[in-house]
């Protein structure tokens, strides 16, 4: 390994950091204002009434979604949505880390947790989000789309 690769990896990893705490920070911010949208159908239902106000899709999977056919063909359906539509995309893994920032209960007997697997974040005209997480997560999506990188990939880790 060359010094670029090694000094390029370290970059790399420091920016993973930085774009996995901005978008927690902005998940939390987002639930406090009540924009926030979480599962498939829930998100499919807003994109269709209002797509102009979606500002984030957070699509998140585990390694036990991957053979999930449904859920792939859902995510294949909205990730063209939000192209079309100009919507941020963002890939995550670490759906126990995304229940966790959101403060979701352990499920207890037989009731059914929330679905993670799609959040948006919506910007309300009247009082628009204001916060430098979502412009830390947009610039990560948008450097990502110049390296032909259209859908971007991160992984929440646990702490």
Not at 76 to 83: D, G, I, N, P, Y
Not at 95 to 109: C, F, N
Request: aromatic share 4%.
């Amino acid at each position: 390994m060359t010094l670029e690769e090694v000094v390029g990896c370290n970059i790399t990893d420091k920016k993973m950091d930085t774009v996995s705490q901005a978008l927690e920070e902005l998940l939390v911010a987002a639930q406090r204002q009540d924009c926030l949208t979480v599962g498939v159908y829930e998100s499919a239902k807003l994109m269709n009434v209002d797509p102009d106000c979606v500002v984030l899709c957070v699509l998140a999977t585990d390694e036990e979604d991957q053979d999930d056919i449904a859920l792939q063909i859902h995510f294949t359906l909205l990730q063209a949505f939000c192209c079309d539509n100009d919507i941020n995309i963002l890939r995550v893994s670490g759906l126990r880390r995304l229940a966790k920032v959101l403060g979701e209960p352990a499920p207890v007997d037989n009731s059914e947790p929330r679905d993670f697997h799609c959040i948006l974040v919506t910007n309300p005209q009247c009082q628009p989000l204001k916060c430098q997480a979502l412009k830390d997560v947009g610039n990560y999506c948008e450097e990502s789309r110049c390296k032909n990188q259209w859908i971007p990939y991160l992984s929440l880790q646990e702490r």
